[in-house]
């Protein structure tokens, strides 16, 4: 906890104070991994990071320490002196530097909290409120002010608090497209419950909407939310129904179905990959667009990408492309620039590389790193703003998906603070472009995506051609459609083992729709007599009706099959059992082949093998034994009568005929 007393001695020799604290600052950090380095992984980490990165004149201060420890062993409880620098920190450089802890700041000592011991694999953290008096920031210059947390034994930690005094500083423009998807399962619909869940005070999808909104960002909409209302009709949820009459804007664009990855689906040569209809339960499936929302043309989110030019071409005539200023070639020397580029001819918006990051980190579950990302990014924003405070710029970013967390804490502080003001991703177009190019390096994972698209199309190919045993093959395409949309990887992020692991459990679904409709396994029948029913058991687990021809084949000769292809109808979830007629010919045994195939004549299924014991009647058997007799007697007599003749002819003695019968 912070000591008043410790403290207030500490301000009173303020000079010794910023030297002491400077050396324990310094100490820690230099031992800390240069950037890019691999951490011990069993080492304790320190971490520190404002409650609130933003602070007013003559406002206290509330600091959140933590130490996490992965090791097996217990971490000693320990003393952690909480640490702010004496200046603002004034470029992009030093502030990179700091996070690095690599610079050095004149700093002093603000408090001190006690950290109990950690248990093996744990987590401690403790909150500490530092007056207005004891941080001394009140008419000190506005800006970025480095926050450090130092304790024996352990790697420093740097954070960053704000002085939002801005003055007469022109306020940095921040464009921003918020994308809210509705992180449907593999039916690719929500319902009811979880429609409701999700637009109802409290839910996440409700919230995503209010901080948008309230940042004026432009907001995409994922048309599954629209579709899973109009697909259970009478019975969504009036909070979905109210949710959807207020994300109808006319800024408003619609996302990819189920926030499907247009990236991917480009690089497929797959784009647009669209519903083919919404299912609905004992009715007919929707219009594909049924529920969708959203005029604008799409906010396609690439910064998670490297783009190529083709690509860019290709992106751009479907909507507004924003990319990472890391996929740019260029050297910036000065201030940062505002977001809007042309390439070659086309225009894209360049998301700030840093503060992308920042904002995307800033949405993680783990709240003390999110707080850390949240106060990175005011810091960098108000570092930007006081490279020109006489010239406003615009800069863009792109919000993550609702689904992969909240934004809400990110958005609540860029709209409190006093140097930046958000706006909707139209803003950021207004202005003249700067020319730029493509980097073009190596990308190792450039085809992953689209090769997933690819698998999971050629997966539904395959179901398609068996889909004429429904009467309406749309009812049963529309479904699985929506299936393999939920599957594809997300838009705004690199494809994950969980896409992966989704395309294979897609494949395992559409192979389930293939086998759905087969042929039961069959005892052995015994035969007798002239004819009798083959009995053959088809089972149906679809959710519909469905047609199929049932073909009967035997393996040899001792029994036939009048009525080789059957028609067949067999209800939804159910078994019909069809009696085919095959005469008996001969005894023994026989294994019958049955095969089911789709109405155009597509196998379906495997091949299923019915063992048959046939023994026929008597008169059947003499009957058959009759027949072979004359059959092969005949067969002799005409080979004698053959031989005979041929042998007439070699020795000349055919009667040669007389004149008369010649005239």
């Known amino acids: 906890m912070l000591s008043a007393g410790r403290l207030a001695r500490r301000r009173a020799t303020a000079c010794a104070a910023a030297a002491v604290a400077t050396a324990l600052l310094a100490a820690p950090l230099a031992a800390a991994p240069e950037a890019g380095a691999t951490a011990a992984p069993e080492a304790p980490t320190l971490m520190i990071a404002p409650v609130d990165p933003l602070l007013s004149e003559g406002e206290s201060l509330e600091v959140t320490v933590s130490i996490d420890n ?102 940095t423009r921040l464009a921003l497209a918020a994308p809210i998807d509705a992180g449907v399962g593999s039916s690719g619909l929500l319902d009811a419950d979880e429609l409701e869940r999700a637009t109802e005070i409290g839910g996440d999808t409700l919230a995503a909407l209010d901080a948008a909104l309230g940042a004026g960002a432009t907001i995409g909409v994922d048309p599954a939310i629209g579709a899973s209302a109009e697909a259970l009709g009478d019975e969504a949820p009036e909070a979905a129904l ?29 784009h647009p990959i669209e519903p083919l209809g919404i299912p609905r339960e004992g009715a007919d499936p929707l219009p594909a667009s049924a529920g969708s929302i959203g005029t604008r043309e799409p906010v396609i989110d690439a910064t998670a990408a490297i783009l190529q030019t083709g690509d860019l071409a290709e992106l751009s005539a479907i909507g507004t492309v924003v990319l990472s200023g890391a996929n740019l070639d260029e050297e910036l020397i000065g201030s940062t620039p505002s977001a809007l580029v042309d390439l070659d001819g086309v225009e894209a918006l360049a998301a700030d590389a840093q503060l992308q990051e920042l904002i995307r980190a800033a949405s993680v579950d783990d709240e003390a790193m999110a707080g850390h990302a949240r106060a990175q990014a005011m810091a960098l924003l108000a570092v930007i703003t006081r490279e020109r405070p006489s010239d406003a710029r615009t800069l863009a970013a792109m919000l993550p998906a609702s689904s992969q967390g909240s934004s809400a804490a990110m958005l609540a502080d860029l709209a409190s603070a006093r140097f930046v003001q958000t706006v909707g991703i139209d803003d950021a177009l207004e202005l003249e472009p700067r020319d730029a190019t493509l980097i073009a390096p190596t990308d190792p994972e450039r085809a992953v995506g689209a090769e997933l698209v690819q698998d999971a199309l050629a997966q539904e190919a395959e179901v398609a051609h068996v889909a004429s045993i429904v009467e309406e093959p749309s009812t049963l395409l529309a479904g699985l459609r929506l299936g393999l949309l939920a599957a594809l990887p997300d838009a705004g992020r690199a494809v994950t083992q969980a896409d992966r692991d989704a395309i294979a459990g897609l494949g395992d679904a559409m192979s389930d729709v293939r086998g759905a409709v087969q042929i039961l396994p069959g005892s052995t029948l015994n035969a007798t007599g002239q004819s009798a029913p083959l009995p053959i058991a088809i089972e149906n687990r679809l959710d519909v009706p469905v047609q199929v021809v049932l073909s009967v084949r035997p393996s040899n000769a001792l029994v036939t099959v009048p009525q080789s292809r059957v028609d067949v109808t067999v209800a939804a979830g159910s078994q019909e059992r069809v009696q085919v007629p095959i005469e008996i010919v001969g005894t023994g045994t026989v294994l019958m082949i049955a095969q089911l195939h789709t109405p155009d004549g597509v196998p379906l299924g495997h091949l299923q093998t019915l063992r048959v014991n046939s023994q026929p009647t008597i008169e059947t058997a003499l009957a058959w034994v009759l027949g072979v007799a004359i059959v092969l007697l005949i067969a002799s007599g005409i080979v004698r009568s053959v031989r005979k003749r041929r042998r007439g002819q070699a020795h000349g003695d055919l009667d040669e005929p007389t004149p008369e019968e010649t005239a």
């Open 242 to 270: 109210a949710w959807l009459e207020r994300a109808d804007r006319d800024d408003t664009y619609a996302l990819e179905y189920a926030n499907a990855d247009p990236i991917a689906q480009v690089r497929a040569g797959a």
């Open 70 to 171: 992965p090791s097996m062993a217990v971490q000693p409880a320990t003393t952690v002196d909480v640490l702010l620098s004496a200046d603002p920190i004034s470029t992009r450089y030093t502030l990179s530097r700091w996070f690095e802890g690599q610079a050095i700041v004149a700093s002093s000592a603000v408090a001190s909290v006690e950290l109990p011991a950690v248990a093996a694999l744990g987590r401690a953290s403790e909150t500490v409120t530092v007056d207005a008096e004891a941080l001394g920031l009140d008419g000190a210059t506005w800006g970025a002010y480095g926050l450090a947390a130092s304790a024996p034994s352990l790697s420093g930690a740097t954070s960053v608090v704000v002085r939002d005094e801005p003055g007469e500083s022109s306020p």
